[in-house]
């Protein structure tokens, strides 16, 4: 899904990204990334309530 990042200015190396996503029948519906990595505005869980 190549969603890693690297967060070493922060002192946590390698991670991976801030997102949501949303797989019917093992088809993604939504997939939402936050940017910045540090700020959970898209990947929260009354965003993804929002989308059901």
Do not use: F, H, T
């Amino acid at each position: 899904m190549s969603q890693d990042c690297n967060l070493d200015r922060l002192g946590l190396a390698l991670r991976s990204r801030r997102y949501a996503m949303i797989v019917e029948d093992g088809v993604v519906k939504s997939l939402d990334v936050d940017d910045p990595v540090e700020v959970a505005e898209v990947s929260n869980a009354s965003k993804v309530l929002e989308k059901l």
